[in-house]
DNA sequence: GTCGCACCTTGACCTGCATCAACCCCCCCA
DNA sequence: TGGGGGGGTTGATGCAGGTCAAGGTGCGAC
């Protein structure tokens, strides 16, 4: 099956099949607490609201709205984004299934950044203050919370240490380095899949320009460590990549 | 007062006055969520364990450290930083009196930086499995922490807008109007103030060398935005520097 | 004192990536 | 069928900031 096939797989799920549980999604072990008891576990789902899906291009939420819920990923990609003053654009952040997206809203009630779909995508949303009430009478929720938030603060910093030190090729190879391992965590291929994100996207995240990416994606294939199709990318030698990552 | 007396009475504050508590702290609008009652204020107070003063150059805690605890500072400045594989450090953050720093250890219960003084310190220790507990019983605690953790993760963004697209001018200026805006939110001058850390920390912080922090404090002298004696700075035209950070 | 060392500054040169420009490919729609 | 637009690639050129090198300054040890 290739991911084309799989991306309207997921299309049809969503359209369709809103009355999954958290017990029978098949990504609940990564969005999760697997250590929740079964009891638990349909408390959560109780509180959550699983939404008609998000088009290519529509808004989860937008910089500045009202912080009310934060929103597990079930099928699709999003992007994280904030604009600066002077009208600049700065991805922060790509969200696959399983993970969650939204917590940047928490410290001021007001989300510090927009979320928008990639491609079409479905999500759980999850009222934040319903999370905070059952997190109080079940502790292994609570610190789930916790780890989710502190996994995405030592995420960003190490986006920061690529930012601030690596070449273009280092930050490219992490990236798909990265892609890959979440892939592989969703039982999916970690050496072939489809970009969701556009070469603008890539860039703006890595902090490179479009063409500096496509450079890189080029130079990678005549290493014959990628084969690249447009967004189709083939990882031909994993161990190169990593050493590319590491500044071999 | 200048701010090297006030170095000076901090140290003598760290050395005989353990017995502080929170409640009495001039930091505790910062560190604690205002809105706790005095006697909820009392039950945490009784699980902080307040430190002896840690040394210049000494360790909080190191990478790959067991994660026990957060730490709130209460005197002094920390740095945050990670080791790349490659032996690389990246400098993730600064760390003044009233914020706290640890929270990266939540997600694996392992550190995933080390945190050590740049100058005499003092924190306290919050044991995190006795946070977690009262957390429970405490909404406005519970909800504290997820608010500050949402802030860190949102400034963590903002450094990666900053890395991802500035010049030298406007990362080492956004980095002085932070340091400013904190010094002013613990009632210090906003515009005259000791940079704790070193030339090589900034770079490394803002991802440039040492040699181009330096020319960037002359250049911005020479400019009479600041006014730089060493690790002292005066800033002189605050709607200027303002501007530099937004790229004018 | 003055030695040693850590830290900072300045200058000269070099390079990796941005910038600018041209072009291709694919898809949609008139 | 052709034309327009979005996205991607490739080449030529320039410059911001890295690198290398030399020298200055402050400070603690003795």
């Known amino acids: 099956m290739n991911t084309q096939q799989q991306h309207l797989d997921t299309k049809k799920a969503c359209s369709h099949d809103f009355q999954v549980s958290c017990s029978n999604c098949r990504l609940n072990s990564i969005c999760l607490p697997f250590s929740l008891e079964a009891r638990d ?33 079930r099928a699709g990609t999003l992007k994280a984004y904030q604009t600066t003053d002077d009208g600049r654009e700065q991805v922060t952040g790509f969200y696959f299934p399983g993970e969650i997206v939204g917590m940047d809203g928490i410290s001021k009630n007001v989300h510090a950044s927009s979320a928008k779909a990639l491609e079409t995508a479905a999500v759980c949303e999850i009222p934040f203050s319903s999370l905070e009430k ?17 996994r995405e603060i030592t995420e960003d910093q190490q986006l920061i ?45 890595l902090g490179l320009t479009v063409e500096t990416v496509s450079r890189v994606f080029s130079r990678m294939q005549k290493m014959d460590v990628l084969r690249v199709d447009n967004k189709e990318i083939e990882v031909l030698d994993l161990d190169a990549l990593k050493r590319l990552a590491e500044g071999a």
């Open 161 to 205: 240490t690529l930012l601030s030190k690596s070449s273009a090729d280092e930050r490219v190879a992490a990236l798909i380095l990265s892609v890959s391992a979440r892939n592989a965590k969703r039982r999916l291929s970690a050496t072939q899949f489809r970009l969701s994100m556009s070469r603008v996207d890539i860039g703006n995240y």
């Open 41 to 73: 576990v349909d408390e959560l789902d109780r509180i959550i609201q699983r939404s008609k899906p998000l088009q290519k291009g529509h808004h989860l939420y937008r910089e500045g709205d009202a912080f009310q819920s934060v929103y597990a990923v």
């Open 134 to 150: 059952l997190s109080a009478t079940m502790p292994q929720l609570q610190r789930h919370f916790f780890q989710l938030m502190s």
